[in-house]
């Protein structure tokens, strides 16, 4: 395999993810090259070619001229196998690179088998091995899901000149708001999820968190439904927590919301579904309905 | 203005999942099926761009087997003035680039302005359709939207990226959107507007009258993910079950 690692930069900064796209080719012993839109000074730190594109002339989002850099980069360095995070910026880039190559895509990579790549299917109740049937594939990667290499080496950077291009506009970033509560500080979270049912059981949620002495959070579904504000909600798009007590009510356990609590040190969750893939990480599953075991867990804290 | 907005139903991933003989995907018996959450965003964005802009036509299209009707009925329900079905019993054989293959022939004559889609799908998350069907197409694709707004003939969009950062970003149209969650709230069909569906146009078309493509990619097996997890599973009476995690939250932590 000749790999090229396409990296990512935002607001100014490479993005740290890029290192698990090296951690990647170097678990697979693969020789690789790597791509960025970036700027000089925020190289990524490891030996080999660095196929650089100025952002300045670039921009941070124009997904048709990063699409035709890659291409460039991906050409001069010989690559079969074309590497993205799944990430905003790579689900978005990478279908654009893979039709361009006439090239599969295998999406969202969570291990390498000799047989092919293991994807997560059905909320990760199940697991698909597949593989591309072109010479050239392109390729996304779970984040979280390949350890990051430790940054070390100085690249040897070969700049990819830039002409103008593109179909969509860029018009800036918006930070969230932030709000009343920093989760982050939390030692106990009690988390709402889809299965709470209807927005007046949130109470039962902070009326437990409140009991143990913590904060109440909640996934996403229920932050978007507008049940619970943004700053409260748990996972890849909101907090990323590490309590000493993570209590998942009615939360299903997607990757996205576990990337925000993993790092808890207890997880408790309640669920009515044993095969929850919360089970995966959590401590204790309580097979329970939350609306039952709320109420009774709080009365017997505070009784 | 024409609208195009690409569904898929999915089945509900409560279900308890069973491998299939071939070892290659799921029973289909015994499980419940839905529209595709993201696209349930997609249906609602289109059906409130038709009705800001008055005389817009609508048409929702979803490949499969025949049980996905009723999801083409619901988008129907949902204010969707036109359904067609691209018949495939197959259809989860087919790889993302075949299906989005499949519906850029559909779409290429038709001169559609803003093309919707859901970001990816709950089953198998690709996440690759909608931006296969934009290049296919040779028009914008604007992904992860969490806000849309057209003004005269340009779309913007807010993107959503990691921990609650978002972009703002513009294309002209033709131009298509991928939704994410949370970009609306999907309505329910009331009974009038259910009635009022099954008057509604639902065109069937074989999937061989649009796909010529091979495959790109071969699924080898479908499996249930090796357990990494140990939770210890705690079933029974709730009051039982109080004390038993309390027992173990004083064990175990510090918090009690
Ligand atoms: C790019 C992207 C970013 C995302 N970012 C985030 C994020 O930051 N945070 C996040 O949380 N999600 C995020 N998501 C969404 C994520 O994929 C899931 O859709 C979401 O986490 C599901 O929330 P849930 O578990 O509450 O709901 P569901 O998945 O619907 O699960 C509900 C659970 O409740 C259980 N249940 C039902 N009734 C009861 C009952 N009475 N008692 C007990 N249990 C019950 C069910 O068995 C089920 O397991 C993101 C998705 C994408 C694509």
Same mark, same amino acid.
């Given at each position: 395999?000749?790999?090229?690692?396409?990296?990512?930069?935002?607001?100014?900064?490479?993005?740290?993810?890029?290192?698990?796209?090296?951690?990647?080719?170097?678990?697979?012993?693969?020789?690789?090259?790597?791509?960025?839109?970036?700027?000089?000074?925020?190289?990524?730190?490891?030996?080999?070619?660095?196929?650089?594109?100025?952002?300045?002339?670039?921009?941070?989002?124009?997904?048709?001229?990063?699409?035709?850099?890659?291409?460039?980069?991906?050409?001069?360095?010989?690559?079969?196998?074309?590497?993205?995070?799944?990430?905003?910026?790579?689900?978005?880039?990478?279908?654009?690179?893979?039709?361009?190559?006439?090239?599969?895509?295998?999406?969202?990579?969570?291990?390498?088998?000799?047989?092919?790549?293991?994807?997560?299917?059905?909320?990760?109740?199940?697991?698909?091995?597949?593989?591309?049937?072109?010479?050239?594939?392109?390729?996304?990667?779970?984040?979280?899901?390949?350890?990051?290499?430790?940054?070390?080496?100085?690249?040897?950077?070969?700049?990819?000149?830039?002409?103008?291009?593109?179909?969509?506009?860029?018009?800036?970033?918006?930070?969230?708001?932030?709000?009343?509560?920093?989760?982050?500080?939390?030692?106990?979270?009690?988390?709402?999820?889809?299965?709470?049912?209807?927005?007046?059981?949130?109470?039962?949620?902070?009326?437990?968190?409140?009991?143990?002495?913590?904060?109440?959070?909640?996934?996403?579904?229920?932050?978007?439904?507008?049940?619970?504000?943004?700053?409260?909600?748990?996972?890849?798009?909101?907090?990323?927590?590490?309590?000493?007590?993570?209590?998942?009510?009615?939360?299903?356990?997607?990757?996205?919301?576990?990337?925000?609590?993993?790092?808890?040190?207890?997880?408790?969750?309640?669920?009515?579904?044993?095969?929850?893939?919360?089970?995966?990480?959590?401590?204790?599953?309580?097979?329970?309905?939350?609306?039952?075991?709320?109420?009774?867990?709080?009365?017997?804290?505070?009784? | 203005?024409?609208?195009?907005?690409?569904?898929?139903?999915?089945?509900?991933?409560?279900?308890?999942?069973?491998?299939?003989?071939?070892?290659?995907?799921?029973?289909?018996?015994?499980?419940?099926?839905?529209?595709?959450?993201?696209?349930?965003?997609?249906?609602?964005?289109?059906?409130?761009?038709?009705?800001?802009?008055?005389?817009?036509?609508?048409?929702?299209?979803?490949?499969?087997?025949?049980?996905?009707?009723?999801?083409?009925?619901?988008?129907?329900?949902?204010?969707?003035?036109?359904?067609?079905?691209?018949?495939?019993?197959?259809?989860?054989?087919?790889?993302?680039?075949?299906?989005?293959?499949?519906?850029?022939?559909?779409?290429?004559?038709?001169?559609?302005?803003?093309?919707?889609?859901?970001?990816?799908?709950?089953?198998?998350?690709?996440?690759?359709?909608?931006?296969?069907?934009?290049?296919?197409?040779?028009?914008?694709?604007?992904?992860?939207?969490?806000?849309?707004?057209?003004?005269?003939?340009?779309?913007?969009?807010?993107?959503? @990226? *990691? =921990?609650?950062?978002?972009?703002? +970003?513009?294309?002209?149209?033709?131009? /298509?959107?991928?939704?994410?969650?949370? $970009?609306?709230?999907?309505?329910?069909?009331?009974?009038?507007?259910?009635?009022?569906?099954?008057?509604?146009?639902?065109?069937?078309?074989?999937?061989?009258?649009?796909?010529?493509?091979?495959?790109?990619?071969?699924?080898?097996?479908?499996?249930?993910?090796?357990?990494?997890?140990?939770?210890?599973? @705690? *079933? =029974?009476?709730?009051?039982?079950? +109080?004390?038993?995690?309390?027992?173990? /939250?004083?064990?175990?932590?510090?918090? $009690?």
């Amino acid at each position: 395999m000749k790999a090229l690692l396409v990296g990512e930069y935002r607001e100014g900064k490479l993005l740290e993810s890029s290192y698990e796209l090296i951690g990647f080719a170097q678990t697979l012993g693969a020789e690789f090259e790597l791509f960025l839109v970036g700027s000089t000074d925020q190289l990524p730190q490891v030996d080999g070619k660095l196929h650089l594109a100025d952002v300045a002339a670039a921009g941070e989002f124009n997904p048709a001229l990063h699409k035709q850099l890659v291409l460039d980069a991906a050409q001069k360095a010989g690559a079969d196998t074309i590497v993205f995070l799944h990430s905003s910026y790579g689900w978005d880039l990478a279908p654009r690179v893979a039709l361009a190559l006439n090239a599969a895509q295998v999406s969202e990579v969570v291990e390498a088998a000799a047989d092919g790549y293991l994807l997560p299917a059905c909320n990760s109740k199940l697991r698909r091995t597949v593989k591309a049937t072109t010479d050239r594939s392109v390729v996304t990667l779970q984040v979280g899901a390949f350890m990051a290499a430790e940054p070390g080496g100085t690249p040897q950077v070969e700049e990819l000149s830039v002409a103008a291009g593109g179909n969509t506009e860029f018009g800036g970033y918006e930070q969230a708001e932030a709000g009343e509560v920093d989760l982050g500080k939390a030692e106990v979270i009690v988390s709402a999820g889809r299965g709470v049912g209807k927005p007046e059981n949130v109470a039962m949620i902070e009326a437990l968190a409140k009991a143990l002495g913590g904060e109440y959070g909640a996934s996403r579904p229920v932050v978007d439904a507008g049940w619970v504000p943004h700053d409260r909600q748990v996972g890849t798009t909101g907090q990323v927590v590490s309590p000493k007590l993570y209590v998942a009510c009615g939360i299903s356990g997607a990757i996205q919301h576990l990337a925000g609590m993993k790092k808890s040190e207890f997880v408790l969750a309640i669920n009515t579904d044993k095969d929850a893939p919360i089970a995966e990480i959590a401590d204790v599953l309580v097979v329970a309905d939350i609306k039952q075991f709320a109420p009774a867990l709080t009365a017997k804290l505070v009784g | 203005m024409n609208i195009l907005v690409c569904i898929k139903q999915v089945p509900d991933m409560e279900s308890r999942f069973k491998v299939d003989a071939a070892g290659t995907w799921f029973e289909e018996s015994d499980l419940a099926w839905r529209i595709n959450e993201y696209d349930e965003f997609a249906i609602e964005q289109a059906v409130q761009l038709k009705e800001q802009l008055g005389d817009a036509d609508l048409t929702v299209l979803s490949i499969g087997p025949a049980r996905l009707k009723e999801a083409l009925k619901k988008a129907l329900a949902m204010g969707c003035d036109r359904a067609v079905h691209v018949v495939d019993a197959a259809a989860h054989e087919k790889d993302p680039f075949q299906i989005a293959s499949s519906i850029a022939a559909f779409a290429k004559d038709k001169s559609f302005d803003v093309i919707f889609t859901g970001m990816q799908s709950q089953d198998r998350g690709s996440g690759q359709v909608a931006v296969l069907v934009g290049e296919l197409l040779s028009i914008p694709s604007l992904t992860t939207a969490v806000e849309f707004a057209l003004e005269g003939d340009t779309i913007s969009v807010r993107r959503e @990226l *990691e =921990g609650g950062l978002k972009a703002v +970003v513009k294309a002209k149209v033709p131009a /298509l959107v991928s939704c994410q969650l949370g $970009l609306n709230t999907p309505r329910y069909p009331t009974l009038p507007n259910i009635m009022k569906a099954k008057r509604k146009e639902l065109l069937e078309v074989p999937v061989a009258d649009l796909l010529t493509e091979e495959a790109r990619l071969e699924t080898v097996s479908l499996a249930y993910p090796e357990k990494k997890g140990s939770a210890l599973v @705690l *079933e =029974g009476e709730v009051g039982d079950l +109080v004390e038993k995690v309390i027992g173990i /939250l004083k064990e175990k932590t510090a918090v $009690l």
